[in-house]
């Protein structure tokens, strides 16, 4: 069980051991076989316990490499596996070393408590080797739930190989039960591993406890029969599993195996629902009805959520992708601005039956100008030819048409694998290369402004003509909207009181107007509600002036230093 659980237990006075069944672990590929690696750990009383609390759970990705497997002397009989996967799990081995004393805890009246994950089978080989050659006796394969007769037996029960985090009651389960109620503390960061189908031989003993949303069986109980006096608890993957293991311990388990716990004195058989008073029941259920509409609730809500990262994946994967799918993302991005003659150059060729040339990636045909577009996805800063190797196809491209109206624009992703906000995003692009692309009449982009542009345009419902003009700028592009005019920059904030302090710097303000903040990541607008210069109400800020205006925004949200800009209304209903 999980250590911090075992420290709470020890703590109430329980005689707690841990143990393992053996650790999984990579090793390298080789089409050859080698010995099991013995990295069982169990404790010396194990046999003697009456509760057993097995975390079938594991993360391989901190699966140790065994790196140096030393063999046993030529002739030696040892137990081995192949190491053609890669990888090596020597629990359901361990598993079944242990099954006839854990089958014998259970018969005579113990408690097994299973965190269930989906079956894992490994073949085993007991030989030898000899001068080099690996002469196997004998060939047994074994399954991670091997370590209980009744569990490990694959020809009467099915442990599917399925995982989710959709969990639901039963609707025939008391809803006020002890273990229902505990069950559902932790429902919702519960995930399952695998789906449960026993024999029809346990249909009697099996009482599901939850179910996926596919109505198949991922929790249970197993009860006692004739010739076995323990039971079995099987679940799913808790995330806090010490909590619900010590509750288990001290609050369902001595009223579910009252013979395992003599010493207790407390009498919680008042709480069975036999004995509960009805209007504590009744608010019981309303504790689980209530717990199954929030869930309900989050599911909607996490499906919503779902719908909105597929729906705008594009915004993303300007910021992570490179080749075709950064091609395919930009294009998605100029069609939410309102371009709407995107040619694919590649595509373009391919329809003509000529095979792919090097040429510029996207053509943008909505104006006079054409625009040829080179999009690069990087790992660091862009070098020349990255940033101005577009220069070239505009040349190509005005002789093969005939004309000199063709603008060149390169989009970067710069530093791709580092989240935008911690790249260097103030100068992507070394002076030289700025300097030349001015000359050479190219427009310079990254990635990420044009995620800052699109998410603004979207939110605060820009037109294509208020954005359009930017791509045809020369040197780096400013993402700044045709309608916003500059007014000064953020100088303090009163967070108690929710005041910006605006420096006035270029342009007046009034009372009214609506304004924007340029914010790390997107422009975010407000209208101007109230205008306070030296303690005193005014309706017209003029430039010099340090005025304070009440925000909807937090300290966190809009830093000190940002620019203001007055949102122009004319140029809004162009």
């Known amino acids: 069980m999980a250590e911090d659980a075992a420290k709470v237990l020890e703590a109430k006075g329980y005689n707690v051991s841990v143990g393992s069944l053996g650790e999984p672990y990579n090793v390298k590929q080789k089409n050859d076989f080698f010995p099991l690696c013995h990295t069982l750990s169990l404790p010396h009383d194990y046999k003697e316990q009456e509760i057993i609390v097995i975390d ?20 030696i009989d040892e137990w081995w596996v192949d190491h053609r996967q890669g990888y090596v799990n020597p629990r359901p081995f361990r598993s079944y070393s242990v099954e006839r004393d854990f089958d014998r805890i259970l018969n005579t009246g113990g408690v097994f408590v299973i965190f269930a994950d989906t079956l894992e089978i490994q073949n085993y080989y007991l030989g030898y080797k000899s001068y080099s050659v690996f002469q196997p006796k004998l060939e047994r394969n074994f399954n991670n739930w091997n370590f209980l007769t009744m569990l490990g037996d694959q020809a009467h029960h099915k442990i599917g190989n ?61 009860c006692p029969s004739d010739g076995r006096k323990g039971w079995i608890l099987i679940l799913p993957n808790l995330k806090k599993k010490a909590a619900f293991t010590t509750k288990l311990i001290e ?60 729906t705008n994946a594009y915004l993303f994967n300007l910021l992570t992708e490179t080749g075709d799918a950064l091609v395919q993302a930009i294009i998605k991005t100029l069609q939410i601005l309102g371009f709407q003659q995107i040619k694919d150059a590649d595509q373009e060729l391919a329809a003509q039956g000529i095979e792919k040339q090097n ?23 862009p070098c020349d030819d990255d940033a101005l190797a577009v220069q070239k196809y505009v040349v190509l491209r005005m002789r093969e048409w005939e004309s000199v109206k063709i603008q060149g624009l390169t989009i970067i992703n710069h530093q791709r694998h580092i989240p935008p906000l911690e790249r260097d995003n103030a100068l992507p692009f070394r002076q030289e290369i700025l300097d030349v692309a001015k000359e050479q009449q190219i427009g310079l982009l990254t990635t990420w402004d044009l995620h800052r542009l699109a998410r603004s345009f979207v939110q605060n419902k820009w037109n294509h003509k208020q954005i359009k003009d930017l791509f045809y700028q020369v040197g780096r592009i400013n993402i700044l909207p045709s309608h916003y005019e500059f007014i000064g920059t953020i100088e303090r904030f009163i967070e108690s009181k929710g005041i910006l302090g605006i420096k006035i710097e270029a342009s007046s303000l009034r009372l009214g107007d609506r304004i924007a903040f340029k914010l790390p990541v997107i422009f975010e607008e407000q209208k101007c509600e109230s205008l306070e210069f030296e303690k005193n109400l005014i309706e017209v800020a003029e430039v010099g002036m ?21 949102v122009i209304y004319n140029k809004m209903e162009e």
């Open 546 to 566: 340090l005025v304070g205006t009440k925000t909807h925004l937090t300290k966190k949200d809009i830093p000190i230093g940002i620019h203001v800009y007055k």
């Open 359 to 381: 040429r510029e990636d996207l053509q943008i045909h909505d104006y006079e100008t054409t625009l040829l577009l080179e999009v690069k996805g990087i790992k660091g800063f």
């Open 56 to 75: 079938m759970c594991y993360d391989l990705s901190y699966a140790s490499i065994k790196e140096d497997i030393k063999e046993p002397q030529d002739g």
């Open 251 to 310: 609050h369902i388990l001595p009223d579910l195996v009252p013979s395992l716990f003599p010493e207790q004195e407390s009498a919680s058989w008042i709480h069975r629902v036999e004995y509960t008073l009805p209007q504590v029941n009744r608010l019981h259920q309303k504790i689980v009805e209530i717990r199954e509409e929030a869930n309900l609730k989050v599911a909607v809500l996490e499906h919503e959520i779902e719908n909105e990262q597929n």
């Open 162 to 222: 399925d995982h989710g985090a959709m969990l639901k009651f039963p609707q025939e389960l008391p809803k006020n039960s002890p273990i229902i109620l505990l069950l559902s503390e932790h429902l919702e960061e519960a995930t399952y591993n695998c789906t449960l189908s026993l024999g029809s031989w346990l249909k009697q003993e099996w009482l599901a406890l939850l179910k996926n949303k596919f109505g198949n069986d991922v929790a249970g109980l197993i």
